[in-house]
């Protein structure tokens, strides 16, 4: 089984970047497609993108398409997200997990702890 321990988030004003990183552990990381998701609070947690298994494919919520960029780095078991022109609607807590071959927006692991990105002036 997969665990995921994500990093990166913090508070940043309206328009910034951030780089998510989620460091992955298990030896069979290449073999799942990866995603990450978020919760806002007091909301239901969400999809923002997720990336094949080869990196070849990357699937993107409408809500975050043309200003998030998921990266994996399979050597290294790490999966990214860079965040380019943040809002303050995307405040949530971010979470990396493993993505259903069914669904490539439903998760399909075990959650971590995540990490807060706050997004205000």
């Known amino acids: 089984q997969v665990q995921f321990v994500e990093s990166g988030g913090g508070l940043v004003q309206p328009g910034g970047t951030l780089r998510l990183s989620c460091a992955a552990s298990?030896?069979?990381?290449?073999?799942?497609?990866m995603g990450w998701f978020r919760q806002a609070p007091g909301k239901e947690r969400e999809f923002v993108a997720s990336i094949s298994s080869s990196a070849s494919h990357t699937w993107y919520a409408d809500s975050v398409s043309g200003r998030f960029t998921i990266s994996r780095d399979n050597a290294k078991n790490t999966v990214d997200l860079q965040m380019n022109g943040l809002k303050p609607e995307d405040t949530a807590v971010y979470y990396c997990?493993?993505?259903?071959?069914?669904?490539?927006?439903?998760?399909?692991?075990?959650w971590g702890q995540g990490t807060q990105v706050t997004v205000s002036s």
């Open positions: 997990n493993t993505v259903s071959n069914l669904n490539v927006r439903t998760a399909a692991g075990v």
């Open positions: 298990g030896r069979t990381f290449d073999n799942f497609l």
